[in-house]
């Protein structure tokens, strides 16, 4: 086996996955006696291609997507949203949130929001403090999420800061599931699931189906590709657009397409040494995916009972 035979296996087949999936949010919205689909836009390519396929399986008329901003939202992610929203014809709706997480001071878990500067210089101090951190604690900013260790204190309330605005979001998208009966369904795709980068009872997570939880990252780039959705999209870096100044794969440390074929192989039961020989890579960034997926069990598990660790 070699890179290039992962790589190929990785492929998928787009229009029976299309299909597939269609048809999976189709008779998902039958199946629960759902008059329609709710879902959170956020002008990323996961987000986008949910709410491609919901428009295609329930027609136009039947999704209601919210877009959430917020004062750290990116001005260009919200525009992507509502250009989309109109691309496809469905109902969309505005809300700023800005205001409900000031009630519970959640601005002030960030000691960086407590300086009066512009959001492109905090999007570049907060860039070059994920870089320090980095040389600090030779760790990739995502991993100091998982656990505690150096700065816990700081990250406990970094943790606190972002977390809470997508459970707010969630709460919201299911005050609207709840009045309009719509299914409510998530963009969380497998490989941010695999790695616990998404929040437990967040909009990404707590939902009624998540179509996407199939595909790994590249998988829905290519599928993306395949439907010729906008290229805007499809090509801007991916964030999670909780704080200005962080991408996913800065703060993971590493690029999807790397990562997924870490994934990929240990999923398939090859050990670390091979993978890393087949892929031509360090062993330790192996070791590395592996922890991340050890470390994130607590963000997949719904109900904690004796024996679920060991």
Known sequence: MNKNVLIEELKIDSQLTFLSLKNF???SCENF????IILGLSGGIDSSLTAYLCKE???EK???ALILPEIDSNKDNIEDAIQFAQKLNIKYKIIEITK???NFSIYDFFFLNKLVIPKKIKSIIIEKLSQLYKRETKQPPFFSTLEDGKFNKIIRKINA????KHRLRMIILYLFADLENRLVVGGT???EYLIGFFVKYGCDDACDIMPLLTLYKTQVRQLYEYLELPKKILNKKPSPDLLPGIFDEEIIGLNYEELDLILYSLEKGLPGSQIAEILKIDKEKVEYVSLLVKKSNYHRYRQVKDGDYN
């Open 25 to 27: 949010i189709k008779i």
């Open 33 to 36: 006696n759902k008059e329609g």
């Open 57 to 59: 399986a329930v027609g």
């Open 62 to 64: 039947n999704v209601l």
């Open 100 to 102: 409900y997480l000031k």
């Open 161 to 164: 800061y972002y977390r809470f």
């Open 189 to 191: 795709n497998k490989t």
